[in-house]
């Protein structure tokens, strides 16, 4: 690519616009900021809307198959902007553009371009062959330059026109799928929304082979961010204002690069100046060791909160979701971290209705939340994932999905209720709350405790950002409302 072309050619030319949409997980988000800096980079300037878009983006997940649904609706929505508008570039990135590939160009023929996770450094470069392609009449047969350049897959066949697509297409359709087992975007800045928090990348893909997930197969493996850079990153970031940071990546607690391991990453991120609070998601529980328990109990940035994903409460099922823990040796770590850490809140991600999940099973996953008290629970039904190993299990094993749903809202009024009794036993605490946006009603705003307990209060907008002590008066069993402490009230933990 030649990035002297193009900013030379956007210098001459109006400014084009580029909407990113989207659809995820905080890794989706965070890579949703990564195609903004590596687009304003070359040049473009970011919309707020898709109605004032050159090119229109939607950065998805493909986790769940609810999900994907959700994106092909909102595809065929924004297929009203191209009609009006038909130079119009129209992309679908992320995990599901991955998973899909061609096979969506195909459903969603006015889609000009899918692209996975690895693909963004070539993203402006993609979108100028697009513009070429559209320049040079209708529906190409094939992008000969994509195909010699390796790194884009053969282009979706091209339709004739008004061959069932809703939308003549002008030009090519591109399909950039390719795994690429280096790229970790080292060396390309993300474009943040201002604000008093950041997520910290430090990891992308994953070398665990979770039997329902499609994460390894959209993202690849593993692969770690040089510890400098993360540091650079993060003292960046401070000196613009921002004092709460996320690090994360898929196993983000398995980080290891030359002379790194995650706890001295975690250590040294922490004593960045003008950090006050670090966040990480989400650690695999085999790798919670006692040398990260021991950064956390004592590093005063990191926060008392831990997302540790259980997945389900029964021996068997964990063997055969492959997540290579038991019960026992979860709790174990949950143990040891609160024998470090004894205000530590714990919250946690659980799926019912995997295939084989008997009664008893399931019934020992509501045990796993009554015994460990999550604060917090995300709780989901298994979703088939094409492609994953646990689709291939026998079709008898698979649970109706009336069941299924049923197991999943008696596990999700289990974890309300265990919440609900915490939140109400911490009703009269004083939290330190950081300030990080307007509440839906006016004159009241939103922030967060040290442990992710979301707290509403009274105050001005312009209050974003600051640190205040807050006294929790009343929960709704998820949430907080408060007010500011008086001075000279000290909040937990100061
Ligand atoms: Fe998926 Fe398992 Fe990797 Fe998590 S650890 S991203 S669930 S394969």
Redesign the pocket.
Known sequence: MDMRRTMKQHSTERKKKAYVETYGCQMTVSDGELMQGILAAHGYDLATTPEEADVILVNTCAIRDHAEQRVLGRVGQLNALKKERPDLLLGVTGCMAKRMGEELLERAPYVDLVMGPDGYRGLPDALERLEEGARGGVGTERDEAAAEAGDVAAPAKSRPAGSGASTRRRGPQLAVLDLNLGENYQGLEQRRTDGPAAWVPIQRG?D???TY?I??YVRGPEKNRDAAEVLAEVRALAERGVSEVTLLG??VNSYATEGWSFPRLLRAVARVDGIRRVRFT?P?PGDVTPELVEVMATEPAVCEHLHLPAQSGSDRVLRRMLRRYTVASYLEKVEMVRAAVPDMAISTDLIVAFPGETEEQFRETLDLVRTVRFDEAFTYRYSPREGTPATRLPAADFIEAEEGQARLEELIEVARGVQAEINRSEVGRVEEVLVERAARHEGQILGRTRRNKVVVFDGDVARVGDYTRVVLERTTGATFTGREAPAGLAAVGA
């Open positions: 994953c665990h082979r979770c997930c994460v390894p898929q196993t989400s695999h």
